[in-house]
């Protein structure tokens, strides 16, 4: 599985690093579409080895920790679900 896009309005760059198992990754899906966002994402876990190890190197540059979800939208990083701060980002 390589990075999946969801069409909806388009604010700019979002990307979104999550897990296929996550609650939290899920809950921050939901959100984007509930607010008719434009989004990529990618299911890390779901990833061939080599292509997760990649991943998780580029993603480390957003969140030292590799933790899920994590989220860049325009260049800010979001990591873990917070609502406030993921509705503050996607209106600017």
């Not at 897990?19 to 890390?44: A, H, I, P, Q």
């Not at 030292?64 to 990591?79: A, C, E, H, L, Q």
């Amino acid at each position: 599985m390589a990075v999946e896009h969801v069409a909806g309005k388009n604010i700019g760059s979002v990307m979104l690093y999550a897990l296929s198992t996550c609650s939290w990754c899920r809950k921050t899906r939901n959100l984007l579409e509930e607010m008719g966002v434009e989004y990529d994402y990618e299911y890390v876990d779901l990833l061939p080895e080599a292509e997760r190890k990649e991943t998780l190197k580029n993603m480390e540059r957003w969140n030292s920790s590799r933790s899920f979800p994590t989220m860049v939208i325009n260049g800010k990083v979001i990591v873990g679900f917070d609502e406030p701060q993921i509705r503050q980002a996607v209106q600017q």
